[in-house]
Every structure is written in C-alpha cells, then in structure tokens.
C-alpha cells in the first residue's frame, strides 16, 4: 500500500487562472498539497478557505459550505469520499494527519 504525505506547495498557474484569484493572494496562503498515490492522479490542494480536488485534470471546488461528504476508515486508512455535480464519486485514501486536517476544515466532529 502506498502513503500519501501532505507537503506545502505554491499553486499553479493552472489553480490561479481557473479560480480567477490574483497571483498576491497565492503567494500568501499556505497550501497543503496531497502526493498521489502511485498509478492515480487524484490530488487535494488544501487553502485556508477552500479546498481543490483535482482529478486526472479535472478540479473540483469545495468551500467550507460543502457538506456532502463522509470520512470511513480504520487505523491505517482513511477514504474521503465526495458527491460532486456529475454525480461522480472520488475516493482518496488518506492519513490521519490528513484526516484531522480535513475533520478540522470541514468542521466535523470525530
């Protein structure tokens, strides 16, 4: 099994013009960006108020309004699992310290 490990990034110049903020406002948020697992694409980019879930180049928004979600799991993993518009299920097997982070976000209780 793979490991996903968070590491602080900047954002992309893809993220600044799809999202349509200026460039300032990057530079001065900490974004917290998931590695892949190996063979998958899918990718959580964590902002202080949003978070970008991008999917074989496709990105999904979720702000602090979005609820439509559930963390399951076991000591090891972790499966966050989100309803989007198209119907579509992404599911990303995560760590604890990723759990917190998302529970925290989200605010969802344990």
Known sequence: MATIFFVSTKASAKIIKQYGKPIAYFATQKCWNTV???GTSVRMYIYPDFIIVSD???????DKSFKDFKLYGSILIKIF???????????I????????MLREFFGVDD
């Open 36 to 38: 892949p697992i190996r």
């Open 56 to 62: 074989n180049g496709k990105d999904y928004f979720l």
């Open 81 to 91: 699992e989100v309803k989007v518009s198209e119907i579509k299920t992404l599911q």
């Open 93 to 100: 097997n995560i760590t604890w310290k990723q759990d917190k």
